[in-house]
């Protein structure tokens, strides 16, 4: 049978199994229902259905992008026929309660299951990625009403959810969305305005949509403290449930993107008068929780949607990797070095060290950001399902520390990957012919959405690090330390040790920064910090591979080994060079005057 090129479910059944031991999760109420078997056939179920109704139609979606046509968003109608299929597996409703009628996976599972459809493709899968997220704020913030009256219907896969944050003037700043909320006599708002870069904004594919929108209530507090949370249907609902009126919710426009073009990317105009339900302009809003804090609740979504972007770029990556892959080992291109008859056969590429370089390069990323985001998602499991509330608290302070690490490291390294695919095909690369030009283009807008990686880097050095007196920072490099214990007497053991010094390095480095007293100084060295970090966290967890392969000397084993010592000897190097650089408190971009630019 031949493997996929969509994902390794080999890799998959390492990770889960052999290293995060998922099946121990079983032992707690939540899982209690579920075994390994349960996990794997959901495991098998999504790679079928990613194979099968979304990898076929990836291609055409990007070659025909989404199209206003009467004030409507068309997509290709595999689209719609590949999300039919994966609601009516209920895999929608996979990580919800079964109240809802889920079937509470751990959300590590979850994660692996997504993959599958992130990696098939990412434009399709945006979807239900984004009404999950949408549903899982309600359930942690909403009313029972709401939650009955919105959060069912998405989990059922009949309406599909949005957040609506940024807009046209704003962008990332959210402090200056201009979007009003008035009070009305009903209990209801009123919300004007406009919002930009709406993922899922408008489309055909389901009955309704819900729109999750920050607006500001006239008369709150000035800048971000002001800022409200509100459910805005494409469709008003009536109480029996059944749909309404239009609400004043209007396509204004769709925007092109270099990738990522099975997904419609709208500019929304609220109260513009197009629809006035009711007989009044503004569109209809519901407020969710309390007034003036919506970016609170927001966040619930935005660092959930963090760690999944993180893993979409690691996907893409992996996906590229594996096509590259399997073309090195069929692709014959010239001889080896040192070969003296020219008339000798040429050889499959993959028998050139520098190709074998790209590889592992590649794979080293691929899977180490694989681990990296299922890791993370295990932490969400401790946080909510642990035993003891110290064992929840410590997930909780080590899974915020990372949060920004796992959204931008695969962001920076998962089109890397790509990049280095291209590279293996050559020529053939750069054309539409092979698919891993699109994977580049679908992946180069990760590092950009959910918030760029410029401010993950100003969350990680700015907060996370420095939070509650740098707790979030030592638990990390104790974790980390347990790690490296382990390793003494190993193989590893040098490695650990060059881990060790990156973690010490990590500290000071950090006490360096914040020392100045100047956090403009201190900030602009944020991305360098991050980079940094980001190649410290992912080397702790290729040494937490390693050490789970020990005793096993298969070859997939053993390309596991091989990963680990590239990325030990070639690349958690790096940081070294770039800790030097934080050290020194180089002044070179904030004394360069903008008219030298």
Known sequence: MRSSLILSRRDLDFL???????????????????????FDAVLDLAEQIATEHFAPHNRKADENEPRMVDGKAVLVPEVKQALDVFVEAGLMAGEFDEEYGGMQLPHVVGQAVFAWFKAANVGTSAYPFLTMGNARLLLAHGSKEQVDTYVRPEIEGRWFGTMALSEPQAGSSLADITTRAVPQDDGTYRLTGNKMWISGGDHELTE???????????????????????????????????????????????????????????????????????????????????????????????????????????????????????????????????????????????????????????????????ALGLYCARLVDEEQTAETEEERARAHLLLDTLTPIAKAWPSQWGPVADDLAIQVHGGYGYTRDYPVEQFYRDNRLNPIHEGTNGIQALDLLGRKVVAQGGAGLRLLGETIGATTARAAGTQWAAFAADLDAAVARTSSVTTTLWGTGDPDLALANASVYLEAVGHLVVAWLWLEQALACEGSTDAFHEGKRAAARYFWRWELPRTRAQFDLLESLDRTVLDTDEAWL
């Not at 079983?26 to 078997?37: D, F, M, Q, T, W």
């Not at 729109?211 to 209530?217: E, S, T, Y």
């Open 16 to 38: 889960l199994h052999e290293w995060l031991d998922v099946e121990d999760l079983v032992k707690r109420p939540r899982y209690a229902e579920h075994s390994r078997e349960t």
């Open 208 to 370: 309704n949509i819900v729109h999750l929108v920050l607006a500001k209530i006239p008369g709150g507090p000035p800048g971000v403290k002001g800022i409200s949370l509100f459910i805005v249907p494409k469709f008003l609902v009536d109480p029996d449930g059944s749909l309404g009126e239009r609400n004043d919710v209007v396509l204004a426009g769709l925007n092109h993107k270099m990738g990522y073009r099975g997904t419609t990317n709208t500019l929304l105009n609220f109260g513009e008068g197009v629809h006035t339900p009711g007989g009044r302009p503004g569109a209809v809003g519901h407020l969710v929780g309390e007034p003036h804090r919506g970016l609170t609740y927001m966040f619930h979504m935005m660092n959930e949607a963090r760690i999944g972007v993180g893993m979409g770029a690691t996907v893409l990556g992996y996906t590229g990797y594996l096509h590259a892959l399997e073309y090195a080992r069929t692709r014959t291109q010239g001889r080896r070095a040192g070969a003296k008859d020219p008339d000798s056969p040429p050889v499959p590429i993959i028998e050139h060290p520098d190709v074998r370089r790209m590889l592992l390069a590649a794979k080293s990323y691929a899977e180490g950001g694989l």
